[in-house]
Nanobody, 122 residues
Framework: HVQLVESGGGSVQAGGSLRLSCAAS???????MAWFRQAPGKEREGVAC???????TYADSVKGRFTISKDNAKNTLDLRMNSLSPEDTAVYYC??????????????????WGQGTQVTVS
């Protein structure tokens, strides 16, 4: 049974930074991992994705501000978020799947999900 556990969410003022982390309960590496977010009343959207080659994709709304990275040895996933704005307020989810990242990550492509962590920017 695969478990993904996010940490690092919280409240921050506009312009601030946060770092999210996701730990997988298995030792093998997934083909790709990603961060999604869902704001109240909105659909879940892909934020960033990284695959086994280290290739990354980002949503246009976060390019230049967010950085996704992966520690293959520890099987952990990070998301560094800078220059945060209130529009970034959402529950952020870690996801894992197989294959390669597409320009816009789609939730249907990912098999495993974390429970989510709240990010609030005021």
């Amino acid at each position: 049974h695969v478990q993904l556990v996010e940490s690092g969410g919280g409240s921050v003022q506009a312009g601030g930074s946060l770092r999210l982390s996701c730990a997988a309960s298995v030792s093998y590496s997934f083909g790709k991992m990603a961060w999604f977010r869902q704001a109240p009343g909105k659909e879940r959207e892909g934020v960033a994705c990284i695959d086994s080659n280290g290739d990354t994709t980002y949503a246009d709304s976060v390019k230049g501000r967010f950085t996704i990275s992966k520690d293959n040895a520890k099987n952990t996933l990070d998301l560094r978020m800078n220059s945060l704005s209130p529009e970034d307020t959402a529950v952020y989810y870690c996801a894992a799947g197989w294959g390669y990242c597409k320009p816009v990550p789609r939730a249907a492509e990912f098999l495993h999900w974390g429970q989510g962590t709240q990010v609030t920017v005021s």
